[in-house]
T-cell receptor
Framework: AQSVTQLDSQVPVFEEAPVELRCNYSSSVSVYLFWYVQYPNQGLQLLLKYLSGSTLVKGINGFEAEFNKSQTSFHLRKPSVHISDTAEYFCAVIETGANNLFFGTGTRLTVIP | EPEVTQTPSHQVTQMGQEVILRCVPISNHLYFYWYRQILGQKVEFLVSFYNNEISEKSEIFDDQFSVERPDGSNFTLKIRSTKLEDSAMYFC?????????????FGPGTRLTVL
């Protein structure tokens, strides 16, 4: 069975500081990895995804994530956050051969002025 | 920019009543999904739909749930007899050709409250 763990339910960070949102997964098969962001009163928007190739993936809004197979992690990072980055961030996986996204519990990022 | 829309944004219903949640996926997309998020919990997969039939469903998607694509634009989720534990945010999503690993575009959600 698969699982996605986002250990940090809330992350407060000052504006222009760096941030890392952690995601670990477990699965008996290969997975594809995603990060989604949810702004208040909006749907989920894809930030970035890892399917294959380079383990460092760059996404929208200056975010990037690195796939680490040995540590089964896919942490999201941004070197300098803005107030507008305040949102809920969800890590998700699709197992090869599966048909659906499996989400973590989410991390609420709050950027403090 | 094309987007997935959902109506209503908030639905309040009495326990035991039927509800229909509506979604308009992006027009040229072929794969359609429903997810739900109970308050404070993770987003959970309910069902995927392709070529006018269910392609996969989760354990949550029991006989009380059904999906339909009644015309070329709408995609609906029906709950026949709502229970208190059906209260959640319901998200519709769609994706294009290449389906599973292409980006799933999500709608803004419908908040269902069962009293």
């Amino acid at each position: 069975a698969q699982s996605v763990t986002q250990l940090d339910s809330q992350v407060p960070v000052f504006e222009e500081a760096p941030v890392e949102l952690r995601c670990n997964y477990s699965s008996s098969v290969s997975v594809y990895l995603f990060w989604y962001v949810q702004y208040p009163n909006q749907g989920l928007q894809l930030l970035l995804k890892y399917l294959s190739g380079s383990t460092l993936v760059k996404g929208i809004n200056g975010f990037e994530a690195e796939f680490n197979k040995s540590q089964t992690s896919f942490h999201l990072r941004k070197p300098s956050v803005h107030i507008s980055d305040t949102a809920e961030y969800f890590c998700a996986v699709i197992e090869t051969g599966a048909n659906n996204l499996f989400f973590g519990t989410g991390t609420r990022l709050t950027v403090i002025p | 920019e094309p987007e997935v829309t959902q109506t209503p944004s908030h639905q309040v219903t009495q326990m035991g009543q039927e509800v229909i949640l509506r979604c308009v996926p992006i027009s040229n997309h072929l794969y359609f999904y429903w997810y739900r998020q109970i308050l404070g919990q993770k987003v959970e997969f309910l069902v995927s739909f392709y070529n006018n039939e269910i392609s996969e469903k989760s354990e949550i998607f029991d006989d009380q749930f059904s999906v339909e694509r009644p015309d070329g634009s709408n995609f609906t989720l029906k709950i026949r007899s709502t229970k208190l534990e059906d209260s959640a945010m319901y998200f519709c999503a769609s994706s294009g050709a290449g389906g599973l690993y292409n980006e799933q575009f999500f709608g803004p959600g419908t908040r269902l409250t069962v009293l």
